[in-house]
DNA sequence: AGCGATTAAATCGTTTGCGATATAAATACG
DNA sequence: CGTATTTATATCGCAAACGATTTAATCGCT
């Protein structure tokens, strides 16, 4: 989600009673707030475009009878099938608490096998089914539609990813 | 408490299916994969990011004593007290179902007020208590952290923001 | 004024996310 | 060996997100 949220003013002013009642700390309209700003900005377009591509998907993951986590953890599974749930959750920031009751629901629709390693018992292995395969060919529908949809050349794209994937880098850095 | 059997423990042996189980989707070999790649990659990108200042707030937010979603919450209510749910929605990308059990725990909490209008029954007027305002003191230290932790220009940020933006606008474009 | 349509919030059910804990298998070590 | 520790997954409980529905108040139209 997201910090300062940029509320939809009609005057970006601060009103006089938002003043007096202290509802903004002291300081905030230096130089450096504004680093603050835009830093609140960044998480909220983070936020916003996250939501925007959930909210995009959703339909056609209806279609597919999916939802948008489901439909990355499939992503995954298509560029590396026979994970384990530990390997998925490193990829997807997941762990088995989140993983496993959704593995379970992709099992029960038949579009993923979990299978204990017969080298050691306590990993599950985690495989496509040819359905589940075949949901890949509908998920490359999904893309194209993106894709249209986005209007951007792909060096812009590109650009935007290296960039995305650096701030997260710095955030998982700056974290510990 | 046992493991519920979800998967059998014992006569687990790893098919030669599974051993060899193909990793790429057939027929993504193309230019047009590029594409679909770089836009999968986009979509995930963001996910991560979006999760990273997830994970990043998170021990922050816990010292104040509220989670991420009402933290934000807060924050649009410092921007501006006073809002009604819907209000508060419009900014958030929320609803009231979604809304509605976050602001009674923040009233519980002691943080905020909700009040029915005199004006339209229908409507709730959701205001900052006392003691919700001085937990915005803390916020700014909150910011100050994100921001020191980002190790990035004003101007990298800015292009990153309008960035994200435009690919919002244009999904929300498309999306309809 | 009367009544159907609209609007705002709340409620319900399901999925997701996550901290904390439990369980079972594998490993370390004495 | 056998037992303590570690590792991988699963379970539990709560917060959150969201589609669908409900309830109550207001609006709009005749």
Redesign the pocket.
């Known amino acids: 989600?997201a910090m300062s949220v940029p509320l939809p003013q009609k005057d970006g002013r601060m009103s006089e009673k938002n003043k007096q009642q202290g509802l903004v700390t002291e300081g905030c309209e230096s130089e450096e707030f504004q680093r603050l700003a835009l830093d609140s900005h960044l998480c909220f377009a983070i936020y916003k475009a996250n939501?925007a591509f959930?909210?995009f998907y959703?339909p056609l993951m209806?279609e597919l009878g999916?939802?948008?986590?489901?439909y990355?953890?499939l992503l995954a599974l298509l560029e590396k099938d026979g994970q384990?749930?530990?390997?998925?959750?490193e990829t997807?920031?997941?762990?088995?608490?989140?993983?496993?009751?959704?593995?379970?629901?992709l099992e029960e629709m038949g579009l993923v096998k979990?299978k204990?390693?017969?080298?050691?018992?306590?990993?599950?292995?985690?495989s496509l089914t040819a359905q589940g395969r075949a949901l890949g060919q509908g998920i490359c529908e999904v893309q194209r539609c993106a894709v249209d949809g986005l209007e951007m050349s792909m060096d812009d794209v590109q650009h935007l990813v290296r960039e995305l994937n650096r701030v997260q880098e710095m955030l998982v850095k700056a974290g510990r």
């Open positions: 989600m939501h959930n909210r959703k209806k999916i939802t948008y986590p489901q990355i953890t384990r749930v530990s390997d998925l959750g997807l920031f997941l762990e088995s608490n989140t993983l496993t009751p959704l593995l379970k629901r979990r204990r390693s017969a080298k050691d018992e306590r990993q599950v292995i985690i």
